[in-house]
């Protein structure tokens, strides 16, 4: 799939829905759906939920394990 086109549908998403497939996270992160659903198995990634058999993420969730991501800044850290 083409990114910009993840990412419009992303984007279209984030007005309709606050959920979001695996190819629609993971360009909204900017990574591959490859690497998220890795991320996923090894209990790593952001916070999922299955409805039925499809995966979805929620927004919050994304900007939140975003977040969590961060390094440096004023975490203490020298």
Do not use: C
């Not at 990412?7 to 909204?28: M, V």
């Not at 996923?40 to 409805?51: S, T």
């Amino acid at each position: 799939m083409d990114s910009d086109d993840d990412i419009s549908r992303a984007n279209r998403a984030k007005r309709g829905s606050p959920y979001l497939n695996t190819d629609q996270a993971a360009a909204y992160l900017k990574f591959s759906g490859r690497l998220l659903k890795r991320l996923r198995r090894a209990g790593k990634g952001p916070v999922f939920r299955r409805h039925s058999r499809f995966v979805q993420y929620h927004i919050d969730d994304l900007d939140a394990w975003s977040k969590a991501q961060s390094v440096g800044g004023d975490h203490g850290e020298a």
